[in-house]
Structures are given as C-alpha cells and as structure tokens.
C-alpha cells in the first residue's frame, strides 16, 4: 500500500470549517480592495511612510515616488480584490493563498508590533501577533489543506484546465461520467450565494455610511476609516470644545 493510500482523507466537517476559513478571509480581503477602489483619494504612503523596522528604508523610497507610490497603491487594491474573490470562489486557491500569504506579510513587516517600536494604536493593542500574522497562518492552512470536495470552482477549473471530462469512478468503470460533473457543477454554484451576500452587504453598509456620513458632516465631525496598509487619523477635541 502506498502513502498516497495511507492519507486520511478531510471528514465532510473538517472540509466545511476550512471552506468558512478560506470564506471569511477572501470576504476580508475582498472588502477591503473594494473600500480602496472606491475611494478616490485613498494611498499607502502615510503607512508606508509611518514603517518602522529593518526593511523601512525601501518602503520610504517607495512613498517618497510618485511613480512607485501609484504601482504600488495598484497592486495593492487589485491583489486583495483579486485575492479576496478567488478565496471566496475557491478558485485557484492555493495560488491565491499564496499571494494573500506574500501581501499581509508585508503588512506585517512594514509595522510589526515587536517591543521597542512605536504604535499607531488605531486598531488596538498588539504584541508579535496581530491580525495580519494570524491571517497569515490561517492562509497557510488554507494552502496546506484546501478542501476540493464542494463549494468551490476548484474542480470545474482543474478541469477546463485540463480540456478533458473527468474520468468515470472507478468502482463503476461503465458509467458516463455527467454525474460526477453535475456535482462539480453543483459544487461551484454553492459559492455564488455568498457573493451574491456579499454585495448585498456591501450595498446595504454603504447606504447606511452615506447616511451616517451625512449626520456626521451636519456635524462638522470628522469622517475616516481604517483598513490594511491604511493608518487611521485621529481629532482629539480641547477641553474648550467639549465644554457644554
């Protein structure tokens, strides 16, 4: 018997909390390309001008070009929103594991929270481990054991890519194989329901941000966000102003 053979293979839970992992990630990183596209005046030079560690010194002449700076910014909403899409569709999934793997960790390096290095503190407090580096372990997951068995195009690609209908079973070797193929089918439509709430959801906080944003402005407050390679601004209010 070989080792192939001796594998275990993933049990039908085992597959589905790694198909909610892969899920929640690509939703992550999918909304965030998103919020970037959609604001016009969004960059990463204050977070990459705000680096501090060893490798600051290339991510301060990569804010400080113009040229570089707009490269830069392009790859980084359309690598999380392709990245973010292709997690969600379970299609290419370890290639895109991959890539979410190599752009979080130069989140991560570009501010990491070692001892001994200033913090922003917009998101909380961290100490070695923050979101970005768990994220990128549960990335690595993800690519070391992708569950093909359903919600994913992960089937239909392999075989597109192969330009060849899958092979009958082998226990029933008489049998055509549309079977098997509509279960593929089956497969990769389970995921467009969560696209499909996902836009969903993208709509509805928009209508719901404008409105806020509005009352806020009415206001005369401040609005801002904060998201990956994205430093949040703070307003801090005299003791004057808070009088009344």
């Not at 001994?116 to 990128?136: C, Q």
């Not at 079973?169 to 969560?194: M, N």
């Amino acid at each position: 018997m070989t080792v192939g053979e001796n594998t275990e293979r993933l049990g039908t839970w085992q597959e589905a909390f790694l198909v909610l992992l892969r899920m929640a990630i690509g939703w992550h990183l999918l909304y965030e390309g998103l919020v970037k596209l959609a604001s016009p005046g969004w960059t990463s030079a204050p977070f990459l001008a705000e680096s501090r560690w060893v490798f600051s010194g290339p991510f301060h002449w990569m804010a400080a070009h113009p040229a570089v700076l707009w490269v830069v910014d392009q790859l980084n909403v359309w690598g999380l929103l392709l990245i973010g899409l292709a997690l969600v569709l379970g299609a290419f999934t370890r290639f895109a594991a991959a890539c979410g793997i190599a752009l979080l960790f130069l989140y991560y390096v570009a501010s990491p929270p070692l001892p001994g290095l200033p913090s922003n503190g917009a998101e909380g407090s961290y100490l070695i481990v923050n979101k970005n580096l768990v994220e990128i372990l549960a990335l690595c997951v993800v690519a070391a054991f992708p569950a093909r068995g359903f919600f994913g195009l992960e089937g239909r690609v392999r075989t597109l890519v192969a330009r060849r209908p899958p092979a009958a079973p082998a226990d029933a070797p008489g049998l055509p194989p549309p079977s098997r193929s509509r279960r593929e089918v089956v497969a990769a439509a389970a995921a467009l329901p969560v696209l499909g709430g996902f836009v969903w959801a993208v709509l509805r906080k928009r209508a719901f941000d404008s409105y806020e944003a509005r009352l806020l402005r009415a206001a005369g407050a401040d609005v801002d966000a904060v998201s990956s390679a994205t430093l949040k601004t703070f307003r801090y209010a005299s003791l004057k102003e808070l009088k009344g």
